[in-house]
């Protein structure tokens, strides 16, 4: 007997097309604290100079959505009960913003909270998630800070930034609408560690030590930037892989090569005197120039990375173009 074709879905199909079509698949300008938590500090790193391109399906890319949407009833509900909550912020009427001073990272909190009934005159922070019923049991079980140190680590920054002492987690589980709450203590020490670890990653030139050395390593297998971590593919060129850009002040970038400040809009399109950053090259340095690097390739074969030989007419201006 002929095996059956598998049942199609193309209405469920074109949705995710859907998605995947309308998705932004751009870089985040800043270093966010959702991710400061990661224990890797080369994969920040990583994520900070847009190593990788975050590129999603439709099925995904509608999860997120649904996290998003799920923020409205989280205010909706602690409205109900009497507390007051502003989720954006009144001087401007957008999310809240934070940025430490380098301007670099940071990130926005979802809300802020008064007259919640275990602290009613105090100001929390607050962070809404949806939560799979495995991962909810597990945070119902050991608390945020064990079960979800990224969350914890983003709240922390969150305090630290905002200059509250406070913050309200609370959680649904997507499979029984169940709610868990916990109010979160700001701790100072780590704060400042936080504050701290994101300058040293804002800072470096280079990306930081691996976690593992080893591919198969399980924080390796399940990182967004194993392919070019572990020297299998190099990055997009754009300006942020380059060696000649540096973040400054005001969570600004400086391009040394042209000697001008370079715009997000500038960052994403690169320029032709484009270097990569040596250690985005999967091979051993061997010379160099003022516009270019040569590298032996595993194979014993020679690449040159940098401009033609001949000179470069309008290069300043590809930074300026309309």
Partial sequence: ??????????TVDAIYAAYEAAADHGYREHLGASLIGTECER??????????????????????????????????????????????????????????????????????????????????????????????????????AVSKPLHWAQMQAYMQLAGLDRAFYLAVCKDTDELYQERIHHDAEAGLRILAKAQRIVDAPRPPTRISADP???????????????????????????????????????CARHGVPISRREQE??????????DFVPAEQIDAGEDWVSYRLPDGSEWRDGIPTNPISQTQEMFHAA
Avoid at 58 to 76: I, K, P, Q, S, Y
Avoid at 228 to 253: F, K, M, N, Q
């Fill in 269 to 278: 399109a690169g320029c032709a005197a484009h270097l990569f950053i040596p």
């Fill in 43 to 144: 994969a920040i790193w990583y994520s900070f100079r847009w190593a990788t391109r975050a590129r999603h399906s439709g099925r995904l890319l509608r999860l997120f959505e649904t996290g998003n949407l799920a923020e409205a009833r989280f205010v909706a509900d602690l409205r109900r009960v009497g507390v007051t909550v502003l989720e954006v912020d009144p001087a401007t009427g957008r999310q809240w913003k934070l940025r430490d001073a380098s301007g670099h990272f940071g990130g926005s909190m979802d809300a802020v909270a008064l007259g919640l009934l275990e602290a009613p005159k105090t100001w929390h922070v607050c962070e809404f998630k949806t939560h799979s019923a495995k991962s909810f049991a597990k945070l119902k079980a050991e608390g945020v």
């Fill in 216 to 254: 198969a390593w399980w924080q390796c297998r399940f990182c967004d930037h194993h392919a070019i971590c572990h020297g299998e593919a190099t990055p997009e060129r754009h300006c942020r892989s380059c060696l000649h850009a540096t973040p400054v002040t005001d969570g600004a970038w400086h």
């Fill in 1 to 10: 007997m002929a095996e059956l074709p598998a049942p199609t879905s193309p």
